[in-house]
């Protein structure tokens, strides 16, 4: 496993302790699925699953005919799976793999650096198609949990954020993510893309501000440029709204109310996109 791989696990292992802490995160993101399963069908896939801490899959399962949970951490997978007591459900299937499908190629690049402008163009290259992934798709719903944050924290680290192409790499891995997003979820199908986007690390606040003043709060760390790279909700937003690439495939676009995700020693806030893609026929 590469080192940037090992960095995700790690994070993995350190949160698996919080399930009780995480509960009205995990109750929130159920709910959203669970509705969205009234409305549009049978077959459920989360990117970036995890531990599932903030999934309560006994209850999915009684909802969805399938359950595809997808990470690169197959660890953090079959944690998920025991600790919810639904390793023996047929109906959920666990999938190994690297959505970006670069992560190798940006381990070796933080490796050697002086593999220049030819590596950085061959990467942008691979994030610039669609990633065709082996899951059994398409799916009725399809949901991304805080993994983009993640995804994008692989540029951090392999590239640094002085870099002069950073911002490129970031912005092509955020793009590549809402077309894989879009790419499994069958027409007429639900998506719900979930990113944190600032922390208690920079925000020593966050977990004491009272609910009624959290929205205003938000508004203030995002005007300071408080926020993770590239996961700001108004360019999460902006990858399905308007003249972008990817908005004449969806409808229903809506962006939730912002919550906390206590993560334990860490908080988080949260946004939520929701939306629906289009039926072409």
Request: charged fraction near 25%.
């Amino acid at each position: 496993m590469n080192e940037l791989f090992e960095e995700e696990v790690r994070f993995n292992q350190a949160s698996r302790p919080n399930w009780e802490e995480g509960a009205a995160h995990r109750n929130l993101i159920t709910g959203y699925l669970i509705d969205l399963a009234e409305s549009s069908g049978g077959r459920l896939c989360v990117l970036g699953a995890g531990n599932c801490n903030d999934l309560d899959l006994q209850k999915l399962s009684q909802v969805y005919s399938e359950i595809h949970l997808v990470d690169l951490d197959e660890t953090a997978l079959k944690y998920a799976v025991d600790f919810q007591a639904v390793s023996e459900d047929p109906s959920i299937h666990l999938h190994v793999l690297d959505l970006t499908g670069v992560g190798d190629r940006l381990a070796a690049f933080k490796k050697d650096r002086d593999q220049g402008e030819e590596e950085l163009q061959q990467i942008l290259a691979l994030l610039s198609e669609s990633r065709e992934l082996d899951i059994s798709g398409p799916f009725d719903v399809v949901c991304s949990t805080c993994i983009l944050s993640q995804l994008i924290l692989q540029v951090v680290h392999a590239a640094g954020e002085s870099h002069p192409r950073f911002e490129e790499l970031m912005v092509a891995v955020r793009e590549q993510h809402f077309r894989t997003v879009l790419d499994l979820t069958v027409e007429g199908g639900a998506g719900l893309v979930i990113s944190d986007f600032v922390s208690s690390e920079s925000a020593a606040d966050l977990k004491d501000v009272p609910d009624f003043q959290f929205t205003q709060y938000l508004s203030q760390l995002l005007s300071s440029r408080n926020f993770f790279h590239g996961v700001h909700p108004g360019l999460l937003y902006a990858q399905l709204k308007g003249k972008a690439p990817l908005a004449k495939l969806v409808e229903d676009v809506e962006m939730l109310p912002p919550w906390r995700w206590d993560l334990g020693p860490r908080q988080y806030a949260v946004a939520a996109l929701r939306f629906r893609r289009c039926a072409t026929g």
